[in-house]
């Protein structure tokens, strides 16, 4: 990638609107866009204009007007690049912009690689690679959380933090090597007491982070659900429910699901990712079969298990050996039909399956707040609210962290071996590498390339 040319996209949705953006950023985004772009006050200069200024006027290619719209100007080292970047603010017709961004190319313009302007933020050293990845997070936000935890990292709470670890992981290190070189000046007579302390506060500012990644994913992507249950327990009827429309099939004739259906759903602002499985049961049917292999492959990778029960009907061997797959796993269970006479024994799913159990009627809908306020409390303890600690979201993040920890323990090992100095500083310099590959800290070009791509265009 070239650094130092001029770039530009279509910054805004890739459908009718109306208003679409085409942002250029770069040393000649002034020149680019006044090749572009005539002022309708014919006396106004685009290279004279102040930074964050506008102006009105129309959109030419050559002689051939596009269209007409605002001009919006912002100079380095203040923008988002921190390099110059103009906005043409256009109507929102995907022809329009795309002929006007063919006219910016035209002249003097390329076209940006995806998230090509957030990766010169970067590298201009706006923000630092945990403050990129929310940036796409914050794009691809499913809910109030997700929005308010990206913020939070774009922000740079995350980076504040890494930032403190590594400076104390430092000069810690500088310590015991200025010792090792000078210990007429700087003795380490019980200093590895003091790092213990020191490593052991570090190690238990990683797990804090760590022990958010499991609730933040959750909150960030949705919880994976599956709906399990033998044919015609309800588990279609409780999917549609869900969606508040007729999205699954559903007969009396069992077997009528035989492959899986995905939907997302929101409640109260936690995000369901459900799978409607087949109806699990001992068939001779081929396909059938794989369907209900595919219904158990599911529930194992789950967290979440809605076990659907008829409770009109008594528990028979294909419940049974739904109970003994599920067991162990974090369930709910669902007695369906409570409209019809129930004879299924509670009690005794409960003390098999150690789960909660919820009656409603999938098909009217009858009890389904209770499921509602059964997911908040599951998952949230009450009604879900939105503090202010700082959750870990990202994959990559939690890997990074699990390393350093990893080395933090090495190091803690090594002073309760009472073994020499020089070996701490190893392990030590290998948690502040960890730490420094969260934030980009590193030489790792390759790692900065790959998260880039997986951002839209544009931004």
Known sequence: MLVNDTIAAIATGMGNAGVGIIRISGKNAVEVASKVFRPANEEKKIESMKSYTAAFGQVYDGDKELDEGILLLMRAPHTYTCEDVCELQCHGGMVVLRNVLAAVIKNGARLAEPGEFTKRAFLNG???????????????????????????????DLKNQIIDMREQILYNVAFIESALDDPEHYSLDGYPQKLQTIVDKLGDNVDKLLQT??????????????????????????????LGENRAIVTDIAGTTRDTLEEVVNINGI?????????????????????????????????????????????????????SEIKGKNVIAIMNKNDLQTVVDKMWITCELGCDIVELSASTGDGKEKLYNLLNDKFFSGELEYNDQLYITNARHKEELMKTRESLLKVRESIDMGMEEDFFSIDLMDAYEHLGLIIGETNRDDLADKIFEEFCMGK
């Open 213 to 242: 990644f499991d609730n933040g994913r959750i909150l960030k992507e949705g919880i994976k659900t599956v709906i399990v249950g033998k044919p015609n327990a309800g588990k279609s009827s409780l999917l549609n429910m869900f």
């Open 126 to 156: 706006r923000i630092d690679l945990s403050q990129a990845e929310s940036v796409m997070d914050l794009i691809s936000a499913k809910n109030d959380f997700a929005v308010k935890s990206s913020l939070m990292q774009l922000r740079g």
């Open 271 to 323: 995000i369901l990712n459900i799978v409607d499985t087949a109806g699990i049961r001992d068939t001779e049917d081929i396909v059938e079969k794989m369907g209900v292999d595919k219904a158990l492959e599911f529930a194992s990778q789950a967290d979440l298990i809605l076990y659907v029960i008829d409770g009109s009907v008594p528990l028979d061997d294909n419940d049974k050996q739904i109970i």
